[in-house]
């Protein structure tokens, strides 16, 4: 059983930006850049799930009725 703690978005994306950072540096041995290069996928990936899951709840009207739907903005052309 996992007991990994939830991160916040916020957090992944500056423990993203410390990777980024030390990557850009050229200072660390090709291994371990390897290594934090995958590391900083899987936290990109992670944020881009949970601005599309965030963008989708945030896409969604409450009826009168107590019903959710998706919203949409019709276009006139």
Avoid at 4 to 22: C, D
Avoid at 24 to 40: M, Q, R, Y
């Amino acid at each position: 059983m996992s007991n990994k703690k939830e991160v916040s978005f916020e957090e992944n994306l500056a423990h993203l930006e410390t990777i980024v950072k030390e990557l850009e540096s050229g200072t660390i041995p090709l291994d371990d850049a390897i290594h934090k290069f995958n590391e900083a996928m899987k936290i990109a990936k992670e944020c881009n799930d949970k601005l599309k899951n965030a963008e989708e709840s945030v896409n969604k009207i409450l009826n009168d009725d107590g019903t959710i739907t998706d919203f949409k903005i019709e276009e006139n052309s």
